[in-house]
């Protein structure tokens, strides 16, 4: 069975189990439209370095009930056991039973649950915002599968001061699963948190990822956002981060792509408020047949904004990156400041990568800028390391790290840049 005929048995088993309602609508609502628009192909311009196609025709498991994993194989996964708030989706599924929240200042509920509380305004408002950006059938296919989906309150005031990680753990073990995590994020008034979500798996089967979370920072709040793609080559993973700053406030966002199959990351950061200020860095370092296509939008709505945007890769092997960034200005965006810098380091003859930044501009007094770079390292450099004995290899390796370290730098939270040091270094081979 395919995987479009396994989406439409599960969808309609799904509304069995999950019923109407508020959810029950908007599913049905991006169902009719997943159905219009189909899994994207290459003749979509927006996918037209990514397929899909190959994977849409293969066989995979469609999870929409929770399956308890080991607590060993939880604890391969975990980068604290502090304090810190350790929300799980296990094949797509939220869990709340292996989930800790231990924070008074966070409510972590189901979104089914969050529907039917004193919370359904935030529900209302903010569910499924991100298919004004992301009109394609993968954004409606998530959004068709809303029921076991997580919704995160960070209370007005308050400061969270360990990070909330979210796990997703995909499990290919006993066969190929596609699974479609859901989350909706909102941090209240002068509220401060910082987010981390990591992707790992377990199995040597194929798995297929179709994840969307939507953020919503409000007055004077602070978000500090963190996305790591740490998986196998068999995993593959389409996914949208779509941030609304709907008050004057500060949004911090990171992605780190380590590994995977075919990787698609789609960030978007609307800004909705005046004065608003919003940063995005990102870096992805793959080898083998690895492909990463990042697609960016920053939509500055109101006047006196302020984004910066800076992308790195590295590309070895057989691998090929992608970078496609967007900047709106539009005509009520007076006095933008918006920055955009995608910088490329081709380690392999046989990688690639395929860049194209983009301005839209609708306002008269702004300051916009942006730029790519693609080479390969500075051989001037690496002469100077190799004349004081260092090896090649070691030497290659010590400037890629450089490289990396602008992003790294941007990691803020001790517990997860240490993990990515270590990760990198085994990747770079460095002697420590």
């Known amino acids: 069975m395919s995987l479009t005929e396994t989406i439409q048995d599960k969808y309609n088993e799904l509304n069995i189990l999950a019923g109407n309602g508020l959810l029950g609508s908007v599913r049905a609502k991006a169902f009719e439209h997943f159905n219009t628009l189909g899994i994207p192909t290459s003749r979509n311009e927006e996918w037209k370095y990514t397929r899909l196609t ?50 008074d200042d966070l409510v972590v509920i189901s979104m089914s649950e969050a529907v039917e509380s004193e919370y359904k305004h935030y529900v209302q408002q903010h569910l499924n915002q991100s298919s004004k950006y992301m009109k394609d059938g993968m954004n409606a296919l998530n959004t068709a599968f809303i029921a076991n989906g997580l919704f995160v ?46 992707y790992k798996n377990n199995g040597l089967h194929e798995s ?45 966002c990171v992605t780190i792509t380590l590994n995977g199959g075919t990787v698609r990351n789609n960030i978007n950061m609307v800004m909705e408020a005046a004065n608003n200020e919003g940063h995005l860095y990102g870096l992805y370092m793959i080898d083998g047949k690895t492909h990463v296509d990042n697609h960016s939008i920053v939509d500055n709505v109101m006047p006196n904004c302020f984004s910066n945007e800076f992308y790195k890769g590295i590309m070895d092997g057989n691998s090929t990156g992608v970078f496609n960034g967007k900047i709106f ?30 301005l ?29 004995g260092i090896g090649e290899k070691q030497a290659k390796a010590f400037l890629l790290h450089a490289f990396a370290a602008d992003i790294l730098e941007q990691v ?11 990760k990198i270094d085994e990747r770079l081979d460095i002697e420590n």
């Open 54 to 103: 190959g994977l849409a025709n293969k066989n995979f498991a469609l999870h929409t009930t929770a399956v308890l994993p080991s607590e060993d194989l939880l604890n391969t996964i975990r980068l604290q056991s502090a304090s810190a708030a350790e929300l799980f989706f296990v094949n797509g599924v939220f869990i709340k039973e292996i989930s800790q929240v231990n924070n």
């Open 208 to 252: 297929f990822t179709n994840e969307v979370i939507e953020i919503a920072v409000q007055e004077n709040a602070r978000l500090e956002y963190y996305k790591v793609q740490d998986e196998n080559e068999n995993c593959h993973h389409v996914g949208t981060t779509h941030v609304q700053q709907v008050g004057k406030c500060f949004t911090h």
């Open 329 to 358: 200005v539009r005509q009520d965006a007076q006095k933008t400041n918006a920055y955009q810098s995608n910088k490329n380091v081709l380690i392999s003859d046989n990688a690639s990568v395929n860049t194209k930044p983009q």
């Open 412 to 422: 803020k939270p001790e517990v997860l840049r240490s993990y990515l040091e270590k």
């Open 360 to 388: 839209e501009i609708f306002a008269d007094d702004v300051k916009c800028s942006h730029g790519c770079t693609i080479g390969q390292l500075d051989e001037e450099a690496l002469f100077y390391l190799r004349a004081r």
């Open 153 to 198: 309150l960070v209370k007005k005031n308050k400061t969270v001061t360990n990070p909330v990680f979210i796990y997703h753990l995909t499990d290919s073990s006993n066969d190929n699963v596609f699974v479609q995590p859901r989350s909706l994020f909102v941090v209240e008034e002068n509220a401060q948190a910082q987010l981390i979500e990591l």
